[in-house]
T-cell receptor
């Protein structure tokens, strides 16, 4: 089954404790992306990757890191999480940015 | 820079009414792509439609239809004879050929009452 998986689905952590949210796709997509969803703000792109080892900042990259060492995986790293990073996070993949995104189920992160 | 505006925050209708969701975009690129996604209460994001800037044909899919007008930079979405299952948040999105970013609007929450 074609899908994008994210783990964990829910995470409660404390300020400053490094965490990683994993994202994996099995559709051989070149383009992968991370978004955060906050009430009234819609989905905002954090980082995107056009292919392996090629990543770039979206609209809200501060406080986040990504890497794309393999085509299928695109982890999101929060080196020192802060409460303003409490949000719902979505990973997505597609052939390119010109095509529809396939979204993961979301990760709800709470930073206290 | 690219920008997507969905001016309607919330729309509430009674079942069987038609509802139109507005989407206005800004871009300097001549080649770009527009999308609509649906997010039902269960939370997943579901792709509905894609349009490229060279295809201004309106699209109809069942009770859903889309009106793309480059002259007004709008890509509006209409649900005909709405049903309770149409209750969701709907997002419009834009991507440009020369910029790999993807910009989403803030979303419109549609509530269909029985």
């Amino acid at each position: 089954e074609a899908q994008v998986t994210q783990n964990p689905r829910y995470l409660i952590t404390v300020t400053g404790k490094k965490l990683t949210v994993t994202c994996s796709q099995n559709m051989n997509h070149e383009y992968m992306s991370w978004y955060r969803q906050d009430p009234g703000l819609g989905l905002r792109q954090i980082y995107y990757s056009m292919n392996v080892e090629v990543t770039d900042k979206g609209d809200v990259p501060e406080g986040y890191k990504v890497s794309r060492k393999e085509k299928r995986n695109f982890p999101l790293i929060l080196e020192s999480p802060s409460p303003n990073q409490t949000s719902l996070y979505f990973c997505a993949s597609s052939f390119t940015n010109a095509y529809e995104q396939y979204f993961g189920p979301g990760t709800r992160l709470t930073v206290t | 820079a690219q920008k997507v505006t969905q001016a309607q925050t919330e729309i509430s209708v009674v079942e069987k009414e038609d509802v139109t969701l507005d989407c206005v975009y800004e871009t300097r690129d001549t080649t770009y792509y527009l999308f609509w996604y649906k997010q039902p209460p269960s939370g997943e994001l579901v792709f509905l439609i894609r349009r490229n800037s060279f295809d201004e044909q309106n699209e109809i899919s069942g009770r859903y239809s889309w009106n793309f007008q480059k002259s007004t930079s709008s890509f509006n979405f209409t649900i005909t004879a709405s049903q309770v299952v149409d209750s969701a948040v709907y997002f419009c999105a834009l991507s440009e050929q020369n910029d790999y970013k993807l910009s989403f609007g803030a979303g419109t929450t549609v509530t269909v009452r029985a």
